[in-house]
């Protein structure tokens, strides 16, 4: 079944729009509700604290980080913010990691890791660790990027459901690192190009059969940035834009053709409540 959601602003200045666009998706029957982690951006408000602000205010839709760039946080503080998350809204919280980027500027932020191969590399051993973290056991862990002894992040009762890992990748070598460990591929139109997902998409099953795992335990979700218009000229590469019928027909093609089974809407330009609810109860329904 697919699934259907919005991505809505950080932004410090559009806070009202935020909170109103997330009550809105909720009544409107999205499944998910998300909020983009950029931390380095001096635009944006804090990911991490915006999210128990949007679960608070909603009961049902699901509230995702789009993604949390690792290279800030420690998996430690990031296992003990997520079973938080877990514990006070019911099992509603998801977790959108990546490496972070554009990656250049990051170090001079304060990102751990120099290069983006080491913030690669951390990502790759950081998944299983925060899931070990949740197991409500003691952690010890030596390895080449993470130091832990005796390390738990729950307090309490594990969290349940565990919170999925959703992840944002778009090179092999992350998509590989995908398929292996993530319970979720999490890409963003504005970022490739669409004749490039099959192989992206072949890519991410390797990764999943080399490790054991059925590529079909990875959902395929779309991060896709765009307006609803019908003023404005179509377009369908690394923005869709255009009427209902133009969404619907492109998003028709990107489940039967490029396999995504969950669609983000981005809204890129206009107020984004008006943009929920046009692709809530517009788009939605011709699919």
Known sequence: MTDYGVALPAAADRLPELLEATVIAE???AGLVTVSDHPYLPSELDAWTLVPLLLARTSRVRVATNVTALPFRSPSVIAKGAATLQHTSGGRFVLGLGSGGPYDG???WGAQ???LGEAIGALDEAIPLLRRLWSGRPVTHDGAYYRLRDATAVAGASPD???PIWVGAFKPRMLALTGRHADAWLPTNAYLSLDEVPAMQRAVDEGAVAAGRDPSAVRRVFNVMGVIDDDRPPRNDQLLVGSAGHWAEALTDYRERLR???FVFWPVRGD???QTELFLQTV???L
């Open 106 to 108: 990051l170090p001079g």
């Open 260 to 262: 995504f089974d969950t």
């Open 113 to 115: 890791w120099p290069t």
């Open 284 to 286: 939605v329904p011709k």
């Open 27 to 29: 009544d409107l029957g």
């Open 272 to 274: 984004t409540r008006r």
């Open 161 to 163: 459901p565990v919170p």
